[in-house]
């Protein structure tokens, strides 16, 4: 029988605590805890609790494709509605720079240190950019609107989809200086998530009218053209998203038609299909989002007992994690 030297190259060494960075299948003996330990990848994921934000709102815009140690949380309703901005880095919440205008239901893109946000309530096309500091009034939608997604590597280059408009389909590019119209969604819809980029998204969900007749359909976007996927397995309004492109992402939270109680669901999206995993730890609506499919971000939101600053991270399917190896 071949044994661990001759499979891994070392022998199975002591520690006081666990290693910094270990590698996964890496085994070693924890001195202080008596026990056998491994770096091992998980089968499922799951949500645990992370650094509330400092004021509770909903409603709330964030960067589409920031980390679970990075992201940002802008605008949002409490009532008020708010200017506010928070930075997150995998511990705690910690106020910015407010935006200019005040708003809720914005479109928001990019990252920590580079974001944009589009439109919001009240109605209005006005976008700002964020350069990690301070947000700078930039070039207006072509069509103003609250209600949407946006996805987006950073502020220059994002993408604005669907919203509280009278044709709900319509998609405009970001260039770094201006938006153009682009083409349309294949089912126009308001109060839905995004995930990806501007050259690989995806639409999530939403509602064809003003919430009560719910889609389950998703739309995946090329860079120019929208392609409709396969289905939810329930659809959802005021759901959050997260994902790095159009092959992988989540969308958990929301509420059924006509804006019922709060949901937890979550579901992932793996480039072909959906498939329900394991639920927020607190069922909310108009919840932010932001990281990947193995490293996501929920916050903000309306849960049962009202508006809530709860954070939850998500280590998802194959994230790696120390496990004891039990030898009895």
Sequence with gaps: ???????????????????????????????????????????????????????????????????????????G???????????YNGTSWTEVNDLNVARRFIQGAGTQTSALAAGGVPTTAATESWNGTSWTE????????????????????????????????????WNGSAWTEVANMNTGRQQLAGAGTSTSGIAISGATDTGATIVA????????????????????IDL???????????GFGGANPGGAAALATNEEWNGSSWSETTNLNTA???????????????????????????????????APQVRTITTD
């Design 1 to 75: 029988m071949a044994e661990y030297k001759g499979i891994h190259g070392t022998k199975v060494q002591d520690y006081t605590t666990d290693p910094d960075n270990p590698i996964t299948g890496q085994v070693w003996y924890n001195e202080t805890a008596n026990t056998l330990k491994v770096e091992s990848a998980t089968t499922v994921g799951a949500w645990s609790t992370g650094g509330a934000l400092n004021t509770a709102r909903r409603q709330v815009a964030s960067s589409s494709v920031g980390s679970q140690t990075a992201a940002l949380c802008f605008g």
């Design 77 to 87: 309703d409490g009532p008020p509605v708010y200017a506010l901005t928070e930075a």
């Design 138 to 173: 930039v070039g207006d939608l072509n069509t103003a609107r609250g209600y949407g997604s946006g996805v987006g590597a950073d502020n220059t280059a994002a993408l604005v989809f669907g919203g509280e408009v009278p044709d709900r389909a319509i998609t405009e590019l």
């Design 217 to 236: 359909n998703a739309e995946t976007w090329n860079g120019s053209a929208w392609t409709e996927v396969a289905d939810l397995n329930a659809g959802r």
């Design 240 to 250: 959050g998203g997260t994902g790095t492109d159009s092959t992988s992402a989540l």
């Design 284 to 318: 909310r609506r108009q919840v932010g989002g932001a990281g990947t499919t193995t490293a996501g971000l929920a916050f903000a939101g309306e849960a049962a007992t009202g508006v809530t600053a709860v954070t939850e991270e998500w280590n998802g399917a194959g």
